[in-house]
């Protein structure tokens, strides 16, 4: 478990993380989600003790980071997949990470073969793709089997088997118990593999909630299809739904669940050829949520114009 | 927990020696020390014949041979400097510190590591071109051999003289961070720090001058000749260990204090 406590760290008279507070619970995926600059890479580093707070704190199963005996087998992280020394042969990489936490040497050849790097290991990191690398950083972070996982940006420069396997990867980690934190800018990446997720922007925490709950409080709707023309809209609408329509005789349905939209369909002798929950795409949820906080906009600058 | 960082020391191994700039560095402060040795030997024995009194009696066979550690003093301060820096620019360090917290041990691994490697590395170095400096000389009997009054002393102060800049190249990579910067401050220290110090001092004083890098690895490698530039051995080890203590204290410091 990790636990942040009014985390806040500040470059000069900037804010790069204001007053966190969270939890991240082992068993499931937590994503960490927000624009660049949102603060999502300084949390990482303050959890793992490289910065230090300005004020706050956050554990690790109760303990700072920097109290951990071997911390690689209690966390492991993945920050930066190009923060390796092109010089170095992938496995002498693992190597010195390994013996910096007393793992035995035959857990290096074991994790570049979960990470399909077990043929590129005399290799020097130099002449790896991004994907590669990606992988490299996953094999780091595995090598000491440890409890608590954080990948900054996993997906980043993965082909898409690569993306399959990280996906499994993390639901596979998170399914065994393990506690999973992943960051991501990318929405479409994160819909599809967490549980939880906590937004941030300009260093604050915008959202603490499950997948599932967020999406439905953000309003999903129905898509309902039926053959020919029929009232259905109308009967809807009379018990309080908002009905659109969509091409193809079809209709958006909110305030009425798929469930009900069926009973009123059958008690009326109407049948339904399509029935279709369709939930919002965190893009938009995570975009009516940030916007007023947006940091980074397009916007002309006062200077421009003048 | 033994008090003994083994796995950092093992660690800071492999790091060191999985580089390639690691026997590269070697490679060419090996080749200049017992080349120019060679070298410098010859040329004497060809003009020692038309050298007057006094370059006759300036003449150190030890010291005169030993130029080529010029170069290799640049190499080892860049070894020391590249085991540090090399981590902050590719982004390394922060793993380093992630898998090790206690980011003091991390230094004192990678400082005994270096350490060590430089002066079996000096010490070879030094042996091998006084060595080769004196079969040259040899030809016109100006040779000398270990047991002679001083000359152990210099080999040994010429390759534990190696050892200290490879530790003050690390302690300024520490302290600085860029390689750039701090290669360039080791290199001020060692090769101008005795001009500035002159500069300053007063007419005749030789206090301040003493205390220059140079003239300390001047006064533990001198044999028969010895120029009042240059401190006795005894302080010019004191000098260096000064600067040792200074500047790996400073950089733990600073280190322990930072964010990465």
């Not at chain 1, 409080?217 to 809807?236: F, K, M, Q, W, Y």
């Not at chain 2, 590591?113 to 030094?126: D, E, K």
Request: a positive charge; aromatic letters at 6%; charged letters at 20%.
């Amino acid at each position: 478990m990790i636990d942040a406590d009014e985390l806040t760290k500040t470059y000069g008279r900037r804010r790069a993380v204001d007053q966190l507070t969270f939890r991240i619970l082992p068993g499931r995926v937590t994503g960490f989600l927000g624009p660049n600059g949102a603060g999502k890479s300084t949390t990482i580093r303050l959890i793992l003790g490289l910065d230090s707070p300005t004020h706050g704190r956050v554990r690790i199963d109760g303990r700072p980071y920097r109290g951990l005996h071997r911390p690689l087998r209690h966390v492991g992280a993945l920050l930066d997949a190009n923060a390796v020394h092109g010089g170095r042969r992938a496995r002498d990489h693992l190597r010195w990470l390994a013996q910096t936490n007393d793992i035995p040497r035959s857990r290096v050849a074991e994790v570049l073969r979960m990470t399909g790097l077990a043929e590129a290991g005399h290799r020097c990191v130099r002449g790896f793709s991004l994907g590669m690398k990606q992988r490299l950083g996953i094999a780091a972070a595995l090598l000491g089997d440890p409890e608590i996982l954080i990948f900054d940006e996993p997906l980043n420069g993965l082909d898409p088997d690569g993306v399959h396997w990280v996906r499994g990867l993390i639901r596979s980690m998170a399914a065994e118990g393990r506690t999973v934190l992943i960051s991501s800018h990318l929405m479409s990446e994160l819909q599809l593999t967490v549980d939880h997720v906590l937004i941030l922007a300009r260093g604050r925490l915008l959202s603490d909630s499950g997948m599932a709950e967020l999406v439905r409080s953000s309003g999903g709707d129905v898509l309902v299809r039926t053959a020919g023309d029929t009232p259905l809209a109308a009967l809807l609408t009379v018990r309080g739904a908002t009905v659109a329509p969509e091409s193809g005789q079809g209709l958006a349905v909110t305030g009425l669940g798929p469930g009900e939209i069926a009973t009123v369909a059958a008690t009326h002798g109407i049948a339904l050829v399509e029935l279709t929950p369709r939930a919002p795409s965190l893009e938009k949820v995570f975009r009516r949520i940030t916007d007023p906080e947006l940091q980074y906009r397009a916007e002309p600058r006062r200077e421009d114009a003048r | 927990m033994t008090l003994f960082p083994t796995g950092l020391v093992a660690a800071e191994w492999t790091k060191l020696r999985s580089v390639r700039s690691t026997p590269l560095i070697l490679a060419v402060a090996t080749v200049a020390t017992i080349a120019i040795a060679v070298l410098q030997a010859r040329s004497t024995i060809g003009a020692w014949d038309g050298w007057g009194a006094r370059a006759r009696a300036e003449f150190d066979p030890v010291f005169t041979t030993f130029t080529g550690f010029q170069v290799a003093q640049l190499a080892f301060g860049l070894l020391g400097v590249l085991a540090v820096t090399t981590e902050y620019s590719t982004g390394t360090i922060r793993a380093t510190f992630a898998a090790a917290p206690r980011r003091g041990r991390v230094l004192a691994a990678k400082l005994l590591v270096l350490g060590t490697v430089a002066l079996v590395a000096g010490q070879a170095l030094a042996f091998a071109a006084f060595f080769a400096g004196q079969f040259v000389l040899a030809g016109k009997h100006l040779d000398v051999a270990l047991g002679d009054p001083n000359v152990l002393r210099a080999v040994l102060g010429q390759g534990f003289y190696l050892g200290t800049v490879t530790i003050l190249g690390a302690a300024i990579g520490t302290l600085l961070r860029h390689t750039a910067g701090a290669t360039a401050l080791t290199t001020g220290l060692l090769f101008l720090s005795i001009m500035v110090l002159k500069a300053v001092s007063p007419d005749g004083s030789k206090a301040l001058i003493h205390w220059a890098l140079a003239a300390a690895g001047e006064g533990l490698t001198w044999t028969t000749f010895h120029d009042p530039d240059w401190p006795t051995a005894g302080f010019a080890l004191v000098v260096c260990l000064t600067y040792l203590t200074v500047s790996v204290t400073a950089a733990a410091w600073r280190l322990t204090r930072r964010d990465v």
